[in-house]
Nanobody, 124 residues
Framework: QLQLVESGGGLVHAGGSLRLSCAASGFTLDYYPIGWFRQAPGKEREGVSCISSSDDNTYYIDSVKGRFTISRDNAKNTVYLQMNSLKPEDTAVYYC?????????????????WGKGTPVTVSS
């Protein structure tokens, strides 16, 4: 059974750091692009970052550039999102997802396989 499981969320003060994990089961994660998304209360979900499978190109929305880093650990079948210098506006439920298109670049809008999310709260 294909599954993505997020972990690592929590409560942190502004300026702090968290590392989110996205662990895959039922498939080999490094064959596929993986995206991180977030949805804040009362707001639409937005794509935050993505790592391709073809050449590990990375993408970030402007609001997190220089603060967030996406990476893979293929041995652990896991993708990480390191989040530094967190701000209250980063508060959201964070999800990872894939489109299960092997050896392809990121296409955030095409991602339809989702984890259940992990909540991140940044206090001011």
């Amino acid at each position: 059974q294909l599954q993505l499981v997020e972990s690592g969320g929590g409560l942190v003060h502004a300026g702090g750091s968290l590392r989110l994990s996205c662990a895959a089961s039922g498939f080999t994660l490094d064959y596929y692009p993986i995206g991180w998304f977030r949805q804040a209360p009362g707001k639409e979900r937005e794509g935050v970052s993505c790592i391709s499978s073809s050449d590990d190109n990375t993408y970030y929305i402007d609001s997190v550039k220089g603060r967030f880093t996406i990476s893979r650990d293929n041995a652990k079948n896991t993708v990480y999102l390191q989040m530094n210098s967190l701000k209250p506006e980063d508060t959201a439920v964070y999800y990872c997802a894939t489109d299960l298109q092997p050896f392809s670049d990121c296409d955030l809008e095409g991602m339809g396989y989702w984890g259940k999310g992990t909540p991140v709260t940044v206090s001011s």
